[in-house]
């Protein structure tokens, strides 16, 4: 069966501090794998999502970057933090090929900056 | 640009009483999914609807998808205290593998 990965699963961060979250999936071959935001009690927002290595599509203007280096593998980093980058950080994976497949999630990172 | 709203944003109901929130999406949409999140957890998959019309049931959850296809609604009955969190509808962004995620209905059941 397939998996997702998510880690650290909470972080604390001072402003302007590097960011590197990591994501990998496990049991499935050439995902779509995306990275969403979820600020405290609120909607969904897309940041990042990408459909092969080396092939990301940025969302939102924003000081985070999402790289592909590996089939299975997505990480999403910021060179600097800023404290508006504080939320819930979630990974999700779906089959790709096709647009009508669930995405599932990870367990997420809590991302406080300080 | 394309949108989805849901309503009400929140929803406090005594344990066995119904529930229903609503989707609506300002395009027409080739599918509508349907995520949980538990408080404090992730969303979770619970359902998709293809079809014009679609009705489908998971137990005391209904889902339907509105004939013109810009509609949603998830129905509860008899709400249980298992049934707290937020609830998500997603439509796919026309041309894309993306999912644009609803504003979330959150739910609070009364014991």
């Known amino acids: 069966s397939q998996t997702i990965h998510q880690w650290p699963a909470t972080l604390v961060q001072p402003v302007g501090s590097p960011l590197s979250l990591e994501c990998t999936v496990e049991?499935?071959?050439?995902?779509?794998l995306y990275w969403y935001r979820q600020a405290a009690g609120r909607g969904l927002q897309l940041l990042f999502y990408?459909?092969?290595?080396?092939?990301i599509s940025s969302e939102v203007p924003q000081n985070l970057s999402a790289s592909r280096p590996q089939d299975r593998q997505f990480i999403l980093s910021s060179k600097k933090l800023l404290l508006s980058d504080s939320g819930f950080y979630l990974c999700a994976w779906s089959v790709r090929g096709t647009v009508n497949q669930p995405q599932h999630f990870g367990d997420g990172t809590r991302l406080s900056i300080l | 640009g394309q949108q989805v709203m849901q309503i009400p944003q929140y929803q406090h109901v005594q344990e066995g009483e119904d529930f229903t929130t609503y989707c609506n999406s300002s395009t027409t949409l080739s599918n509508i999914q349907w995520y949980k999140q538990r408080p404090g957890g992730h969303p979770v998959f619970l359902i998709q609807?293809?079809?014009?019309?679609e009705v489908k049931k998971q137990k005391r959850l209904t889902f339907q998808f509105g004939e013109a296809k810009k509609n949603s609604s998830l129905h509860i009955t008899a709400t249980q205290t298992t049934d707290v969190g937020t609830y998500f509808c997603?439509?796919?962004?026309?041309?894309?593998?993306?999912?644009?995620f609803g504003t979330g209905t959150r739910l609070k059941v009364l014991a």
């Open positions: 049991g499935t071959s050439n995902p779509n």
């Open positions: 990408s459909v092969g290595i080396g092939q």
């Open positions: 609807l293809v079809k014009s019309g």
């Open positions: 997603a439509g796919p962004r026309v041309g894309t593998y993306k999912y644009i």
